[in-house]
């Protein structure tokens, strides 16, 4: 697609879907992570990305506590390997998302 169309390539959400009943617990969504960013960071076509999600505590991989705002362990891991994020506060009325900015070489 970047090829053919000549333009970057914008990785909006990328995450884990599988729980810990599945094998995979924080460890290996770590290491997924991990070897990840590290493919993201080096491939010359992808511009930007983003985890999926921040704080969606109904799927694995949440980088962050709802309750309290703080980054859980994967969110301390994301930020050590990315180097870039700053977790903003949901935006609108009523709203417990909150939204990662994406993470741009």
């Known amino acids: 697609i ?10 909006s959400e990328f995450g884990i879907l599988l729980t810990p009943a599945h094998g995979y617990d924080e460890a ?7 070897k990840t960013v590290r493919w993201l960071n080096n491939c010359r076509y992808v ?4 985890w999926f999600s921040a704080n969606l505590t109904s799927m694995p991989g949440a980088l962050m506590d709802p309750a309290t705002k703080q980054p859980n362990a994967l969110g301390l891991h994301y930020r050590r390997i990315t180097g870039k994020v700053r977790v903003k506060a949901a935006v609108g009325a009523g709203s417990e998302q ?3 900015p994406l993470v741009g070489r």
Do not use: W
């Not at 970047?2 to 990785?11: N, S």
């Not at 290996?28 to 991990?34: D, L, Q, R, T």
């Open 2 to 11: 970047a090829k053919g169309l000549k333009r970057p390539i914008i990785v």
């Open 28 to 34: 290996k969504i770590m290491a997924f992570m991990s």
């Open 47 to 50: 511009t930007r990305f983003a």
């Open 98 to 100: 909150v939204y990662l």
